[in-house]
């Protein structure tokens, strides 16, 4: 015992240590950027694990969800710093305006199409190396969780109108700003569910609540510092080796920087899964996307007024409008895939097959085939799934009211 108590105490230690050469260059020398590039993946890295040990630790004083939901806001916010200087800029340069676009659609795409996939997959080896793996081979969803598929489903359907509008306007930034407000507060709600720590959240988990509560929020608070200082330059750092490459400026942020930002939510993911907590990665990965899908789009219409000077709305050029309702779409078909309450290695394959298909045929044919095909698989999923789905809104109305989950509802 005290030799694991030993491990884990180095291993949380070596994990800051990953993030302590970066702080050394970040607030004076200008690396090369190879070296920019290193270090400051190497401290993203370090601040991924804290994030997620502070994210188990918080799951003994709250509920799961909002714990995940907390987790994936800190683990977004390199998305979010990198969107909203992109949306400070367009108010001045207009050439930046499709880039905003850019980054959060392939953001979002690259979390569903190879996230969830990851999760599903990661999950599925790790429950049936402890047997626990139903024999269909499919990976319960929790029905704690039907308050994220819920919101995000509300979220999706309502983003639907802004290609259709083309523009991303200060209501809109209330509306969504409200769906993740209500989110939140529904998460607190959920019912509390003890954790079982492993590993060096175990050792951390031993400690008195009050030193266990400061280490928890002291890594969080770090760990979202860490991410918010290096992932610029990490970006910075890739695009510009991407550049000499010669690849276009729309393709870099669309899928590099967001490749970049969301790296610690991706280990993140494999972390979870690959302990076998599959239902806390699905929250983390479900809360994420409600993070971008929800409060990052309102966020982007407001900093672009403050920067602009004036109320003003962040227009979507043809292109964007294309990005916006292609990855609406698929969303769509996310929350249709997970409303069953069961995500089969079968489901998870199609998303990633289907994403990375539209990766490598990047036309404006491409883009709406691949959309009305998101949409018809949606409908089909949804109308295959009507009993599961109807149960589903029954168990998300159930953990509103705080009121039990029967068996016989699920």
């Known amino acids: 015992m005290q030799n694991n108590r030993t491990l884990h105490i180095a ?7 990953l993030t302590v050469p970066w702080l050394a260059v970040a607030f004076g020398t200008h690396p090369s950027a190879p070296v920019t590039v290193f270090l400051s993946g190497l401290a993203i890295l370090g601040a991924a694990f804290l994030i997620s040990w502070s994210a188990e630790l918080a799951q003994f004083d709250v509920s799961r969800s909002l714990a995940m939901a907390l987790l994936a806001l800190i683990a977004v916010l390199p998305e979010y710093a990198v969107d909203i200087y992109l949306a400070w800029r367009a108010a001045h340069h207009p050439e930046y305006i499709p880039l905003v676009a850019a980054n959060m659609t392939g953001a979002n795409r690259l979390l569903v199409g190879v996230g969830w996939s990851a999760v ?13 793996i139903p024999a269909e081979g499919q990976i319960p969803i929790e029905p704690v969780l039907a ?9 999706t359907l309502y983003s639907l109108v802004l290609p259709l509008k083309g523009t991303i306007t200060l209501w809109d930034a209330v509306v969504f700003v409200l769906m993740f407000a209500g989110y939140v507060w529904t ?9 079982e720590p492993a590993g060096p959240v175990a050792t951390l988990a031993a400690l008195p609540r009050r030193w266990r509560r400061a280490s928890y929020v002291l890594m969080f608070l ?3 510092f860490i991410i918010l200082i290096a992932t610029e330059p990490f970006t910075e750092g890739l695009i510009h080796l991407g550049k000499s490459f010669g690849i276009s400026e729309f393709i870099l942020i669309q899928w590099i920087a967001p490749l970049a930002s969301e790296s610690p939510e991706m280990i993140i993911l494999c972390y979870f899964a690959l302990r076998g907590h599959v239902a806390s990665a699905m929250s983390a990965i479900i809360s994420s996307k409600i993070n971008q899908w929800t409060l990052l789009i309102g966020s982007l219409p407001i900093i672009y007024s403050v920067s602009a000077g004036h109320f003003s709305f962040l227009p979507l050029e043809p292109r964007p409008r294309e990005e916006v309702l292609l ?4 969303s769509l078909f996310a929350c249709a895939v997970i409303a069953n309450r069961f995500f089969s290695r079968l489901e998870a394959l199609l998303l990633f097959v289907l994403f990375a298909v ?3 045929i990047p036309s404006i044919a491409a883009r709406y085939a691949f959309t009305v095909l998101y949409f018809v698989l949606a409908l089909g999923w949804m109308f295959a799934y009507r009993r599961e789905v109807a149960v589903n809104l029954t168990i998300f109305y159930r953990l509103l009211k705080r009121q039990p989950v029967d068996k016989e509802v699920t």
Do not use: C, D, N
């Not at 599903?120 to 626990?132: D, E, I, N, S, T």
């Not at 308050?147 to 979220?155: K, R």
């Not at 998460?187 to 954790?195: C, D, K, L, S, V």
């Open 147 to 155: 308050i994220e598929v819920t919101t995000l489903t509300v979220a």
């Open 120 to 132: 599903v997959f990661l999950g599925w080896m790790a429950l049936r190396k402890q047997g626990k």
């Open 327 to 330: 990855t609406a779409a698929q």
């Open 222 to 224: 770090y760990s979202g």
């Open 358 to 360: 539209q990766l490598v």
């Open 11 to 17: 291993l949380i230690i070596g994990t800051v240590l």
């Open 187 to 195: 998460a607190g709600r959920a019912p509390h569910i003890e954790p």
